[in-house]
T-cell receptor, first 115, second 113 residues
Framework: NAGVMQNPRHLVRRRGQEARLRCSPM?????VYWYRQLPEEGLKFMVY????????ESGMPKERFSAEFPKEGPSILRIQQVVRGDSAAYFC?????????????FGPGTRLTVT | QQQVKQSPQSLIVQKGGISIINCAYE??????FPWYQQFPGKGPALLIA?????SEKKEGRFTISFNKSAKQFSLHIMDSQPGDSATYFC????????????FGTGTRLTIIP
């Protein structure tokens, strides 16, 4: 039973470019969460999605960031016009049920470096 | 604002000793408290979790102690081993309708021989 998969594992972008991060949840999981981890800090919630719906995006920056979880395929976190401050590890987690009743399982993360 | 405070920031424990990490929360709506273990370059892995209807939960060498009135909970690692060296995060999650995990800032644990 494969765990949460994320790709790419490492991504280097120049300032102004776009970054696309992909997350495939565990089999059977329909709830996806994205978190960001800055160096030497804890994880900060960004967005919670179910298939084709954004449930909670209260942690997403208002501009340049967007997320989707289509009916088919992985969840995508998209960062437009990246800046140096976007450099971080981005983790995706999935759960079988709403997280309040089920655990969240994390992927290995995508480490984004903006040069 | 930070809603889950974690201490210490780093901890060094001798092999075979007990490692203790503490967390405190503010939001009384939290009702699920997991601990995650993270190795360098890896994602956090769920270690153990507790709900506020019990004061203690034990799984192998790992124990969570929970004090609802004080709004505090702690992770105890008994017979600590070098393989336990990692960063540990406490987290908290609210009841239905508030599914995001709020993480503490992490504790870097080092077990020395």
């Amino acid at each position: 039973n494969a765990g949460v998969m994320q790709n790419p594992r490492h991504l280097v972008r120049r300032r102004g470019q776009e970054a696309r991060l992909r997350c495939s949840p565990m089999k059977g999981h329909s709830h996806v969460y994205w978190y960001r981890q800055l160096p030497e800090e804890g994880l900060k919630f960004m967005v919670y999605l179910q298939k084709e719906n954004i449930i909670d995006e209260s942690g997403m920056p208002k501009e340049r960031f967007s997320a989707e979880f289509p009916k088919e395929g992985p969840s995508i976190l998209r960062i437009q016009q990246v800046v140096r401050g976007d450099s971080a590890a981005y983790f995706c987690a999935s759960s079988l049920r709403e997280a309040s009743t089920g655990e969240q399982y994390f992927g290995p993360g995508t480490r984004l470096t903006v040069t | 604002q930070q809603q889950v405070k974690q201490s210490p920031q780093s901890l060094i424990v001798q092999k075979g000793g007990i490692s203790i990490i503490n967390c405190a929360y503010e939001n009384t709506a939290f009702d699920y408290f997991p601990w995650y273990q993270q190795f360098p370059g890896k994602g956090p892995a769920l270690l153990i979790a507790i709900r506020p209807d019990v004061s203690e939960k034990k799984e192998g060498r790992f124990t969570i102690s929970f004090n609802k009135s004080a709004k505090q909970f702690s992770l105890h690692i008994m017979d600590s081993q070098p393989g336990d060296s990692a960063t540990y995060f406490c987290a908290a999650l609210g009841h239905f309708g508030n599914e995001k995990l709020t993480f503490g800032t992490g504790t870097r644990l080092t077990i020395i021989p």
